[in-house]
T-cell receptor
C-alpha cells in the first residue's frame, strides 16, 4: 500500500538556519505530493504541492522538489524564523484516489 | 471561493454523554469529506470519509459514527463518549480527483472528563 515516511523530530534550529525535513514515499502509479503545516492549536494548512516528477512546489520561502528516481519530496527553507515553529506533514494522494496518506509529522522548533 | 466551517472549536463533555460535531463546506459541489482525529502527539488518524450523500466509509472501528445528510454537511457523532475519545478532531474536504489535496477546517478540541 501507499505510505509516507518522514524524519523523526523534533528538529531544533536557531533563527536563520537552513532547514531540511526529509520525506520519502511508497506508491503505485504517479501520486501527487504535498506538505502541510500545523501551527499550535490550529488545523492543517497546505504549504506546497507538486503533481508530477521534477515539479518544484514553493511557498513562503519553503521549497520541495518531486524526485521520482529517489521517491522523495524533501522540504527546505534557506533561513527559518521563529514563526516557522510548527508541525510539518508530508502527504501523498493517488491521482484517482479518494484518500490522502500522511506521514507521522515532524515538529520544528526555531529558537531566537 | 471554497470555505470549510467546523464547530464547536472546543468542547468539554462528561463520560457517557453524546457527541455531535458538525462540518460544512461552501463554494463547491460533490466534495469528498473526511474526519480525522489527532490524539496526544501529532499523528493523524483517518476516521471516516464520504464520497456522497449517505455514503460513509469507516477506517477504524470505534465508538464514533459519521453521517452525511446533505451534500456539503458532514457530522461526527457518538452515543456515549469514552475518555479515549478525547483529542483534536479535524474535518477536511477535497475535490473528486485527489491530486489537489485537502482543505482542513480549524478543528475541534474535545476533552472527555
Amino acid at each position: 500500500g501507499n505510505s509516507v515516511t518522514q524524519m523523526e523530530g523534533p528538529v531544533t534550529l536557531s533563527e536563520e538556519a537552513f532547514l531540511t525535513i526529509n520525506c520519502t514515499y511508497t506508491a503505485t502509479g504517479y501520486p501527487s505530493l504535498f506538505w502541510y503545516v500545523q501551527y499550535p492549536g490550529e488545523g492543517l494548512q497546505l504549504l506546497l504541492k507538486a503533481t508530477k516528477a521534477d515539479d518544484k512546489g514553493s511557498n513562503k520561502g519553503f521549497e520541495a522538489t518531486y524526485r521520482k528516481e529517489t521517491t522523495s519530496f524533501h522540504l527546505e527553507k534557506g533561513s527559518v524564523q521563529v514563526s516557522d515553529s510548527a508541525v510539518y506533514f508530508c502527504a501523498l494522494s493517488e491521482r484517482n484516489g479518494n484518500k490522502l496518506v500522511f506521514g507521522a509529522g515532524t515538529i520544528l522548533r526555531v529558537k531566537s | 471561493s471554497q470555505t470549510i466551517h467546523q464547530w464547536p472549536a472546543t468542547l468539554v463533555q462528561p463520560v457517557g454523554s453524546p457527541l455531535s460535531l458538525e462540518c460544512t463546506v461552501e463554494g463547491t459541489s460533490n466534495p469528498n469529506l473526511y474526519w480525522y482525529r489527532q490524539a496526544a502527539g501529532r499523528g493523524l488518524q483517518l476516521l471516516f470519509y464520504s464520497v456522497g450523500i449517505g455514503q460513509i466509509s469507516s477506517e477504524v472501528p470505534q465508538n464514533l459514527s459519521a453521517s452525511r445528510p446533505q451534500d456539503r454537511q458532514f457530522i461526527l457523532s457518538s452515543k456515549k463518549l469514552l475518555l479515549s475519545d478525547s483529542g483534536f478532531y479535524l474535518c477536511a474536504w477535497s475535490a473528486r480527483q485527489g491530486e489537489y489535496g485537502y482543505t482542513f477546517g480549524s478543528g475541534t478540541r474535545l476533552t472527555v472528563v
